[in-house]
């Protein structure tokens, strides 16, 4: 029994991302590795290719192609916005904010925002050869491209609001 504290081990763990002090320490690069990150770099990406090859024509001839500049565009900012916070996790510091709900309902408002940008670009795509059938073809196949990449990220903001991935013990205790 004399021995018992000195066969005691002190080490502890943490499932905290490693920081390090400087502009480097505010950036979580576990979230660049993650599946919602990776995704989100996409949605920004692919947003991009939406809006410009939108404006790159002359997308005044029908109206439908305002709805889909209007929707891309605003969508490519905030998921810029959201990027930004994620990244640098400036979320931690406003915890009365339900994080993972905001998530779900940012996902699933820009999925349904551009399925309607989608079936506007799609649908008024000329059915003759002109001058811009080119950018307006690829701009909604790249329309549906993001707007499935938004619901996958739909799906993974579900999850984290749901709790899945936890273990019993933290789903159980309330926050």
Do not use: C
Request: net charge neutral.
């Amino acid at each position: 029994m004399a021995d018992f504290p000195g066969k005691v081990s002190t080490q502890t763990s943490s499932s905290e991302p490693q920081r390090t002090s400087g502009i480097m320490g505010m950036v979580d690069m576990n979230f660049l590795k993650s599946i919602p990150g990776i995704l989100l770099m996409a949605e920004i990406f692919v947003g991009l290719l939406v809006w410009a090859l939108i404006a790159s024509t002359s997308y005044t001839s029908h109206p439908a192609y305002g709805w889909v500049l209007f929707v891309s565009v605003t969508l490519w900012l905030l998921s810029i916005a959201l990027f930004v916070v994620l990244l640098l996790r400036l979320y931690e510091r406003l915890p009365s904010v339900p994080w993972p709900l905001v998530l779900l309902v940012f996902y699933v408002v820009a999925a349904v925002l551009y399925v309607t940008a989608f079936l506007a670009d799609a649908v008024t795509v000329p059915g003759q050869w002109s001058a811009w059938h080119g950018h307006l073809g690829a701009s909604a196949f790249f329309a549906i491209v993001v707007t499935l990449l938004y619901g996958a990220s739909s799906y993974f903001a579900y999850l984290d609001w749901r709790g899945q991935g936890q273990n019993a013990a933290a789903s159980t205790v309330p926050v």
